[in-house]
Nanobody, 122 residues
Framework: HVQLVESGGRLVQPGGPLRLYCVAS????????MGWYRHARGQERELVAD???????NYADSVKGRFTISRDNDKNTMHLQMNSLKPEDTAVYYC????????????????WGQGTLVTVSS
């Protein structure tokens, strides 16, 4: 069993910074792709930033230059540094990881965290 837990979401003023965390625990042999998504009220869930299988980082156009995704493979953690936050960044942020749970198979399984709420408002 694999569990992802996000943290760091809170109320922050426009222009301020915030750092989100995602920690994976459980049966983990390796983590392939991982990324951050967000779901704002009345909108569809969208990709914010991720690491592709080749390790390349990808960002949504709306966050380029403001957000930075990072990972610590040894600790099975992922971060999202958000700077210059805007009210339109308000959303529940989720992390997703493709986890290989056992050495007996090369198959990776998709796992999601429960989400952490980021509210950007004065």
């Amino acid at each position: 069993h694999v569990q992802l837990v996000e943290s760091g979401g809170r109320l922050v003023q426009p222009g301020g910074p915030l750092r989100l965390y995602c920690v994976a625990s459980g049966n983990i042999v390796s983590i392939n792709t991982m990324g951050w998504y967000r779901h704002a009220r009345g909108q569809e869930r969208e990709l914010v930033a991720d690491f592709s299988s080749g390790g390349r980082t990808n960002y949504a156009d709306s966050v380029k230059g403001r957000f930075t995704i990072s990972r610590d493979n040894d600790k099975n953690t992922m971060h999202l540094q958000m700077n210059s936050l805007k009210p339109e960044d308000t959303a529940v942020y989720y992390c997703k990881m493709m986890v290989r749970p056992t050495t007996s198979s090369w198959r990776s399984l998709e796992h999601w965290g429960q989400g952490t709420l980021v509210t950007v408002s004065s």
